[in-house]
């Protein structure tokens, strides 16, 4: 018996012995068990994806394969495939240079890349390219499940002659002649021809308001060719035309029961397109600014000319004077813009028709970012700017009440035909405010560093697609009781990258 205790004693010295800090080690936290994967009430077995640039994976500028394979319907359908989701096909451009050709003749760019300051064309890295998607030569046969196309507007999507090649240039899109079952087809038939299950519908809206923002409210393109951003016509679409395209959308598209998801559209102003260029980015020094004081002499002793002779009557008053007065100082400097909503002085009186409507430049104004290359040249300074080059605090509330309006328009119809809505405004706004988190990153709207906005400063990065990917899966689980996101079937941040190299 006593023996027995002895080693009882002893078994219970070596525990309080192990019981020393360095004799445990931690044990891995067992990983959660996560639930398996449901599609809740929706079938995805035919997924098609209707919309614009977003919706096609236009990336820096440009479509190209990458992009493509990156675009934001491509990375859901991948998550559908998990639960009965059928084939994705989409129109896949010819290489990784992106950009367009008719009979041989380019009529858009390549994309942008990273020229270890900021953007700059793929040209100017590697050299002249030769641009391999023809459209009259090499178009792929659909029907296409992604029905992104660059440029589309609303109403373009209900079009018979959108995809007609003799009306590129004019009416047609080029990317949709690429894609179109014959040249009468509309973006929407061919969609709903393939009896879609599931389907999104992303940005439609955006391009109505994005064409007058990227030409500064102007309609002019910039770029002399058929850069989707600014295609065909760029006056803002009408509300009451907006509501009517998007209603026979939601109601060809849905005809079959088929469920889906909408976006609203985001404050484009927001994108670094038009928040990268300052309102003042022109150093001088004092013997500069005088020099640019005596080329504006004139003009503002002009100014000083119609004041005497209109203010009296109150047609031009000591505010507007203090406003158009051109003055430069040492240290950053304010850009000069022509404003068309200044007053014409020379419609009240003959004598002062030759006075421009300039002024300086303000906090509240937005300038688009290929004005960046031209500061340098004497953009803003020696040169005033065209309004192409800004959006006035007139240009932008115009651009804010039609979005507003176009929101409005979808809210209710998703309301109304319990269609799932993601809120791509406030996502946006987040992400040019605090950020937003994915993954092990913060991202952010600004342009090159942000994560988010590719180098044209308007369409997403692989990843910002992966993050808007993973927000419509949000919204669909919330909306049809699936669960991509409980069960962990979303998109990886460290999956897809911020930027293409140049030997892509």
Known sequence: MNTKYIWLLLICLGFVAC??????????????????????????????????????????????????????????????????????????????????????????????????????????????????????SNNPTGPFNNMGVPGAKSFHLLSDTYGNIAGVGSYANPYFVRMASSSTATVLGDAAAQVPTFFSLSLIGGNDVLGYAVSGGTGIDQTGNLNPVTYGSND???????????????????????????????????????????????????????????GYAAYNGGLQQAFAALSGAGLFTQEELDRRTINFVEGQNAMVVIDEDLTD????????????????????????LPLSSLIPQGYGTQIPLEDKWVLTPEEQMA???????????????????????????????????????????VITADLVTGGTVSLDGIHLTARGYAFMANKFLEAIDATYGSNFVASGNIAKANDYNVMYSPGL
């Not at 002085?345 to 688009?368: M, S």
């Open 19 to 136: 019981n020393d800090p360095e004799d445990f080690i931690d044990a891995p936290e067992p990983e959660a068990v996560l639930p398996p994967l449901t599609a809740g009430s929706a079938d995805f077995s035919k997924f098609v994806s209707v919309g614009a640039s977003f919706t096609a994976g236009y990336t820096d500028g440009a479509l190209f394969i990458a992009s493509q394979q990156n675009s934001f319907p491509s990375i859901m359908a991948e998550q559908f495939a998990k639960v009965g989701g059928g084939s994705f096909t989409q129109p896949m451009m010819n290489d990784n240079f992106g950009g367009l050709a008719i009979g041989g003749t380019r009529i858009a760019d390549p994309r942008l890349v990273f020229g270890g300051a900021g953007p700059v064309p793929l040209e100017s890295i590697i050299g002249p390219i030769n641009v391999t998607t023809d459209i009259m």
């Open 236 to 294: 803002i679409t009408d509300p009451n035309v907006f509501a009517q395209a998007f209603n026979a959308i939601v109601t060809t598209l849905t005809a079959n029961n088929a469920k889906g998801v909408l976006t609203n559209i985001p404050n484009i102003t927001d994108l670094p397109h038009f928040t990268t260029v300052p309102y003042n980015p022109i150093p001088l020094d004092a013997a500069t600014a005088g020099a640019l004081n005596q």
């Open 345 to 368: 002085l020379g419609a009240i009186n003959p004598a002062f028709a030759g006075i421009p409507q300039y002024r300086q430049a303000t906090e509240e104004d937005l300038f688009v």
């Open 399 to 441: 651009i804010q009440t039609a979005t507003d309006a176009y929101n409005a328009t979808i809210t209710s119809v998703a309301s109304t035909n319990g269609l799932a809505l993601v809120d791509l405004q406030s996502i946006l706004n987040q992400a040019a405010t605090t950020g937003i988190p994915f993954d092990d990153y």
